[in-house]
């Protein structure tokens, strides 16, 4: 399985960007997926979740009431709606995904992970 992210770029804060993460393969129908972050000189941190059925969704503290992840399967592609934007959302954002068999589950760990694409909040 392969995961490409797009979509990041500079905003100013309290603006708004998506990210895109597409999928290849046939593949994406059995993934459950999410996003992940990395600041500079920072852990990388989780940033949201969606099941393979697209119903069950998470997200971290931080970005809750913010952020939104969804899932179109038939384009098999997952994304990121991220609105309020802030400095501290600075940091290069990753798609991951998980394969499963089940419709609503959440994993907490991810075999795969795309390469990052870079959002920058200026204040």
């Known amino acids: 399985v392969q995961l490409q992210a797009s979509g990041g770029g500079l905003v100013q804060a309290g603006g708004s960007l998506r990210l895109s993460c597409a999928a290849s393969?046939?593949?994406?129908?059995?993934?459950?997926a999410g996003w992940f972050r990395q600041a500079p000189g920072k852990e990388r941190e989780f940033v949201a979740a969606?099941?393979?059925?697209?119903?069950?969704?998470s997200y971290a503290d931080s970005v809750k009431g913010r952020f939104t992840i969804s899932r179109d399967n038939a384009k098999t592609t997952v994304y990121l709606q991220m609105n309020s934007l802030k400095p501290e959302d600075t940091a290069v954002y990753y798609c991951?995904?998980?394969?499963?068999?089940?419709?609503?589950?959440?994993?907490?760990?991810?075999?795969?992970w795309g390469q990052g694409t870079q959002v920058t909040v200026s204040s």
């Open positions: 393969g046939r593949t994406f129908g059995s993934l459950a």
């Open positions: 991951v995904g998980q394969r499963t068999t089940l419709s609503n589950w959440l994993p907490t760990q991810y075999d795969y």
């Open positions: 969606i099941s393979r059925s697209g119903y069950a969704t």
